[in-house]
């Protein structure tokens, strides 16, 4: 019998093979067992959350947390499912009757391809932790067809083939139909007066298209609350013209179908192109529009039509600026079909929102073509222009109209084509703005957002990311898992600083051997996993030195890649390394970004090399693991003995992989950005290999022109031999010439503001001895061993349980469920 449940799982089980299914026990397929597990899981996941819908109704007193986000990153949720309402044991006992292992059954299930990297997968930490400790949240996002895309590698190139998730049917979702809402699109604002003679709008003329409400219920670790995350279909209203079918048109009959769902095909359509930005505004005017009627209509059914207290009950945080349109909707919907004059609705709006930034890089902060968004959203344009120029008086008014400052602050950015800053926008509106790492946070008041900083200091906060440690640990480490809770207790599963009990194991040889043993056990798994996908031998007793990251220039998987040629440089040389390592990578670039998919190529290439050489593939081996999701990152996560995190000091937010990492007992090879500063912080610099420019030093570069990676080029033998062996096609002599806009972007600027732009060669002579540090630290097994526990041992910040109560406790100002 579940926890705190009326279900008893086996029967369930019986119940949906022979009554869902249609299909008798003993001639159903695996498939169909796994579909009938999952369907009595869900039954008791269904069970919370009518609790949880019960609370929400009667508890006026907790206001409610609103996860606004492109990407939800959720992974398979029947292990996770069964860990967090504590069943293992009866699932386990059931499918034993049937012959059937838990782990193998697991994995018939699809990752749900509704996110990319760590934008989205933190989303979906945040509603575990969210649930787990009891808070009402819910997420919001779009039911993606085919997500970003299923990754394969021709020829050493990557491919992107449709990654049809739903194809076999998604046991975890709940469709809503009853609870549609209407979203609009086009069409033009027109002024009238009102009763009262006050000059108001109307949004006439539009193409409307419906949004169809499925849920996922997020489970919590031991808890009767649950987290929903709402997914929004498109659904044409009118499907089918019966007229045009008669009429032999069969493609026009379904025109309207077809084109209303475009919107939920993929996730970030390519924008290389007009369609392809017009297709990513609808999507997210599309999402945040269906999210912000269910939020008001939620609120009615809670408190009644008066929407004067919605920012008591309820609280939206944006993630990042996709969802930045709900400024606009919102403000739209409180004047438009709620009556609400301008100071009131700017009121509610201004005190509901919420904003965290994700990226310290100004060019990769969003901004919209303003007559595409006039076009498409004509209402919300004109509301956006309003706010605008009731902000720059204050500007103005706070700066002694200095004009640099307003037309920095300005929304809009003025040019040969005039652009929507959303940053702004969001900065403008919200009454929280925070960073997702203590420098990442430090870096936007004195860059990116400084000038709303200089003006609305009190809005700014940090919040550290992290991660849950049930999925993170719990669930994709078992062996450690294990070791920890016969070692500490299982507190550590809602409270990860519990973890700290753990040094005092770091001089018991027992605990430490155990701990390597478990280490073995999932680089062994690991090794046998690259096997079956790739048909590539990796020992598991060599180094496993990982980078597992979204493809950009920026994290850098180029130097890594420029290091490992070194190293394949210096054993044709005769200088054999002490340890035998196997470098591996996984992540996706954008379809569109040529350079990532060229730096793809480049290690596929780097990798052929190496490892047909017999000389070298002893001592050196390279693999690029395709398709990286959740699921492989589970297998490929806890197998790490060093966790690269060597983006450009500067340039990435914070990184969650880092902490993913740590947790299970990789050191950071790295350089100081993002999250990475707190690691040290947090676990010394005696446990960690630091190297490279800081993130000042890079920035006084830039700014003075001082750096010459061409003088660089000509000065260091090993980085000229590198280069000139990527340059001639020494990789691809079939292809010589392919590898020339990498040689050309590092000296010339080729395709880019300057050469070098994240100083991969600057950095490179320091990348090289972290290196060297962690061979010579590697060969002492128990050392090493010491100084992963401690890291394990020191994870305790990192858990999305702490980021989430420090947004409670200074933004969202909710309470728990007692």
Not at 40 to 57: F, M, N, Y
Not at 353 to 382: C, D, F, S
Not at 407 to 428: C, H, P, Q, T
Not at 742 to 761: C, N, R, T, V
Request: charged share 25%.
């Amino acid at each position: 019998m579940a926890k705190n449940s009326k279900i008893d799982i086996t029967n369930q089980f019986t119940y949906h093979l022979n009554h869902t299914l249609a299909e008798n026990k003993d001639f159903s397929t695996t498939l169909q067992k796994f579909f009938a597990l999952s369907y009595s899981i869900r039954d008791i996941v269904a069970e919370k959350w009518l609790r949880t819908e019960e609370i929400i109704h009667q508890r006026k007193d907790l206001r409610i947390v609103n996860y606004l986000s492109m990407e939800f990153l959720i992974g398979r949720l029947l292990y996770n499912n069964i860990l967090n309402l504590q069943v293992e044991d009866e699932v386990k006992a059931l499918l034993k009757k049937f012959d059937l292992d838990l782990d193998k059954i697991a994995l018939l299930e699809e990752d749900a391809a509704l996110g990319n990297g760590g934008l989205g997968r933190l989303a979906a930490c945040f509603l575990d932790s969210l649930a787990t400790l009891g808070y009402l949240s819910y997420g919001y996002t779009i039911r993606y067809q085919y997500g970003l895309f299923k990754q394969t590698i021709e020829n050493g190139f990557q491919k992107e083939m449709p990654d049809d998730w739903l194809k076999n049917g998604y046991p975890w979702e709940f469709p809503k139909p009853e609870e549609a809402v209407t979203v609009k699109f086009f069409g033009r604002s027109e002024p009238y007066t009102d009763e009262k003679g006050n000059i108001r709008f109307k949004w006439v003329d539009t193409y409307d298209i419906l949004a169809v409400p499925y849920d996922i219920y997020i489970t919590g670790y031991n808890s009767d609350i649950v987290s929903v995350l709402r997914l929004w279909h498109p659904k044409a209203i009118n499907e089918f013209n019966f007229a045009e079918f008669e009429k032999g048109n069969y493609e026009k009959a379904v025109y309207e179908k077809n084109l209303a769902e475009t919107l939920c095909k993929v996730l970030y359509p390519n924008d290389a192109f007009y369609q392809g930005r017009e297709l990513r505004l609808k999507q997210e005017h599309f999402f945040v529009s269906a999210a912000l009627q269910d939020i008001i209509r939620r609120h009615k059914r809670r408190f009644g039509n008066d929407l004067s207290n919605l920012h008591e009950s309820e609280v939206i945080q944006l993630n990042d600026t996709h969802p930045a349109l709900a400024i606009p909707e919102l403000m739209r919907i409180l004047l438009d079909e709620e009556g609400y004059g301008w100071d009131d609705a700017w009121n509610i709006v201004k005190n509901t929102i919420a904003y965290t930034n994700h990226t310290v890089m100004p060019e990769a902060l969003e901004k919209w073509e303003a007559p595409l968004l006039q076009n498409l959203l004509p209402r919300h344009y004109q509301i956006i222009e309003e706010i605008n120029a009731r902000f720059l008086k204050e500007v103005g008014e706070k700066f002694n109209n200095n004009l640099k400052k307003i037309i920095d602050m300005s929304i809009f950015e003025e040019g040969n084509i005039k652009k929507v800053r959303m940053a702004n926008l969001s900065s403008v509106v919200s009454f929280s703005i925070n960073g997702v790492s203590e420098l990442h946070t430090e870096i936007l008041k004195k860059s990116v957002l400084k000038d709303f900083y200089e003006m609305y200091p009190e809005k700014f906060n940090n919040k550290t990311n992290g991660v849950t440690q049930r999925r993170w640990l719990l669930e994709c480490n078992p062996p450690l898992a294990k070791l920890i809770t016969e070692s500490i207790g299982n507190g550590w599963i809602t409270n990860l600083y519990e973890l700290r009990k753990l040094e005092t194991f770091l001089n018991d040889s027992e605990f430490l051997k155990k701990l390597a043993e478990a280490k073995r056990w999932n680089k062994e798994r690991l090794a046998n996993y690259i096997r079956e996908k790739l048909d590539i031998s990796v020992d598991p007793s060599t180094l496993f030195d990982i980078q597992v990251k979204r493809i950009h220039e920026y994290k850098r998987q180029l130097l890594n890649v420029l290091h490992i040629i070194h190293l394949y440089n210096e054993i044709l040389d005769g200088k054999k390394p002490e340890v035998p390592r196997t470098f591996i990578f996984a992540g996706k670039s954008a379809p569109g970004y040529r350079m990532a998919k060229l730096i793809i190529k480049l290690i596929n290439s780097v990798a052929e090399v190496v490892n047909r050489n017999p000389i070298v593939n002893k001592h050196l081996k390279v693999v690029f693991i395709p398709n990286y999701n959740v699921s492989a990152a589970q297998i490929i996560i806890p197998a790490a003995n060093i966790s690269e995190q060597i983006s450009t000091a500067g340039t990435e937010a914070s990184g969650t992989g880092n902490m993913k990492f740590m947790i299970n007992g990789a050191l950071t090879l790295g350089t100081l950005d993002g999250a990475n500063i707190e690691i040290l912080e947090e676990v010394g610099e005696e446990n960690i290999f630091i190297f490279g420019l800081k993130a000042e030093e890079i920035e006084e570069a830039r700014r003075k022109g001082i750096y010459n990676p061409f003088g660089i080029y000509l000065e260091n033998e090993k980085i000229r031999k590198v280069l000139d062996m990527i340059r001639g096609g020494y990789f691809t002599p079939n292809e010589p010439e392919l590898f020339v806009d990498i040689y050309e972007s590092l000296l010339y600027g080729k395709h880019a503001p300057m050469p070098d732009q994240y100083f991969l060669l600057a950095d490179f002579e320091s990348y090289e001895k972290a290196h060297k540090d962690v061979e010579k630290l590697y060969l002492n097994q128990e050392e090493w061993n010491k100084k992963s526990l401690l890291n394990i041992a020191r994870s305790g910040k990192f858990s999305s349980d702490r980021t989430i109560e420090e947004y409670v406790r200074d933004i969202w100002k909710t309470k728990k469920v007692d």
